[in-house]
């Protein structure tokens, strides 16, 4: 088949067709000065050559368009273009283009805000490593003996509550031949008796508990005679105030007349002593023909364990460290002189 030249980029182009191929130029394959007579030939230049042909003339052997190779449909127009085009040889159009670069995926950045985070997360992790590995290489024996110290004060305060160790007591009414006040804390079957017929009208009755040390007090247990009998020909105390020397209201309870031991729920901290008041009573019965008039008192019991450590002020215990000198109580505890 005849061929020629573009004349826009000089590539060659069959004789049928009107746009170049690799540029899309278009090309006017009719001659100006075609004979007359012959409309239906289309005279194609190819080099300076001529080849006509009548457009009825089928395609001749070998013809591109004639065998099975692949094709590109145009997408403008629809018409078909050997695969190889890159312009439709019918319009001109575009058949195909490379695909477009893709932009690389932008870095993910953090905000000022996090980075701050972030910042101030690794100082703080750097200043806990340098102070775990001071305390591990450090070798002072000052600091083992404070911390020594502080374990030490530390298993006092959380001690488990237990009777609490009393100094001494103290009873305004004394007691009936050996039935005196100590036997309310020697915790013996020996009780207290005082002969209340006796006491004046409205003189209150108190005991006083006296501790050797600050004391935290969870209770008191009050403790009457075992034995139900006895205990039902004498008085029984009923109605009693509870007030320890630092507190700022004393507790008003009444006791369940039963023999043995009752609890009596009182909170105090820092405690020295206690002060308990009778202020009523259950009335002594005829039991077996028989009565008493005094009041009986098997023990008292203080439930707690021992407070913070002060400097020595207040009738309290100094801290203790080994190799120093435990310095006494500087003030007495208060006492309160037996009628």
């Known amino acids: 088949m005849a061929s020629r030249k573009c004349g826009q980029c000089g590539a060659g182009v069959a004789a049928d ?93 953090a905000t000022a805000g996090v980075r701050a985070a972030l910042a101030i997360s690794a100082l703080l992790f750097g200043v806990v490593v340098i102070a775990l590995l001071f305390n591990i290489f450090s070798d002072d024996p000052a600091a083992t003996a404070s911390s020594t110290t502080v374990a030490s004060n530390t298993s006092t305060t959380i001690a488990e509550l237990a009777p609490i160790d009393i100094l001494d007591v103290e009873c305004n009414q004394e007691g009936v031949g050996s039935f005196v006040c100590d036997n309310l804390i020697d915790e013996t079957e020996t009780e207290y008796q005082f002969d209340y017929e006796a006491v004046p009208e409205g003189e209150a009755i108190t005991i006083k508990l006296i501790f050797d040390r600050p004391t935290v007090v969870q209770r008191i247990d009050w403790v009457n005679l075992e034995d139900a009998t006895r205990l039902k020909r ?3 105390a009923r109605g009693i105030q509870i007030a320890a020397d630092n507190s700022l209201q004393p507790l008003l309870h009444q006791l369940e007349d039963l023999a043995g031991s009752q609890p009596v729920a009182f909170a105090a901290l820092d405690a020295t002593s206690i002060d308990i008041t009778i202020e009523s009573d259950y009335p002594a019965e005829v039991v077996d023909e028989e009565r008493f008039t005094e009041m009986a008192i098997q023990e008292i019991r203080v439930i707690g364990r021992p407070g913070s450590i002060t400097n020595g002020t207040n009738g309290a215990t100094p801290t203790t460290v080994p190799g120093s000198t435990t310095v006494p109580p500087t003030t007495a505890p208060p006492t309160t002189a037996a009628s």
């Open 17 to 109: 067709e009107q746009f170049c191929p690799n540029c899309g130029s278009f090309l006017d394959p009719l001659e100006p000065d075609a004979p007359k007579g012959r409309e239906n030939v289309i005279s194609v230049s190819s080099d300076g050559n001529y080849e006509e042909f009548e457009l009825s003339t089928p395609p001749p052997a070998g013809d591109p368009s004639s065998t099975g190779r692949s094709q590109v449909t145009c997408p403008s127009c629809g018409a078909n273009n050997p695969a190889n085009n890159r312009h439709c040889q019918e319009c001109g159009a575009r058949l195909s283009q490379g695909p477009l670069p893709t932009a690389p995926r932008p870095a993910v950045q």
């Open 234 to 236: 004498n008085y029984r």
